[in-house]
């Protein structure tokens, strides 16, 4: 789905009309998402999974943690860490989209445990605000670790 800031306009005579739709491509099957949410899923609900520090009580979390090495540009050598979390939620019925990604962390660097936190908080404050019902399934029950 093409990416829009914009609902709608309201006008002079204060009535509001909505934006058109944008455009729509499917990029994977319907079954591959499927699959790919599950995964997701595991990383956040399994105490194994890299991203636990994301799980919200009453709401099935999908999500990706990431941690990377950083290149400094004047000397072509490593020099620090991006760490990253993005997640949906509810995964069963994806509502909300969250990304946190810190550069060069100064306290750790793994991206569950610096991002998973701060996704968390401001998932919990998203699902309330939007009033999204809490999840009624179970998550997904797949190995995380080989």
């Known amino acids: 789905m093409a990416p829009s800031l914009v609902a709608g306009v309201t ?20 079954r591959t998402a499927k699959t ?4 997701l899923q595991s990383v956040v609900a399994s105490q194994e999974g890299t ?6 009580p009453g709401y099935l ?9 950083r290149v400094d540009p004047a000397t072509g050598r490593y020099s620090g860490y991006t ?3 993005i997640g949906f939620a509810p995964a069963d ?13 100064v ?11 701060v996704f968390r908080q401001v ?16 998550p997904a029950n797949l190995p995380v670790n080989w």
């Open 93 to 105: 019925r994806p509502r909300i989209t969250v990304s946190c990604v810190v550069q060069d962390p």
């Open 107 to 117: 306290n750790g660097h793994f991206g569950g445990e610096l991002c998973g936190p």
């Open 123 to 138: 998932m919990e404050f998203a699902l309330k605000s939007l009033q999204v019902p809490p999840t009624g399934g179970a």
């Open 36 to 39: 790919l949410a599950g995964m």
């Open 51 to 56: 991203g636990a520090l994301a799980q919200i």
């Open 11 to 30: 006008g002079p005579d204060g009535r509001f009309v909505p934006a058109a739709a944008p455009a729509q491509t499917r990029v994977v099957s319907a």
């Open 61 to 69: 979390v999908a999500g990706k943690t990431g941690t990377a090495n």
């Open 83 to 85: 760490s990253s979390f």
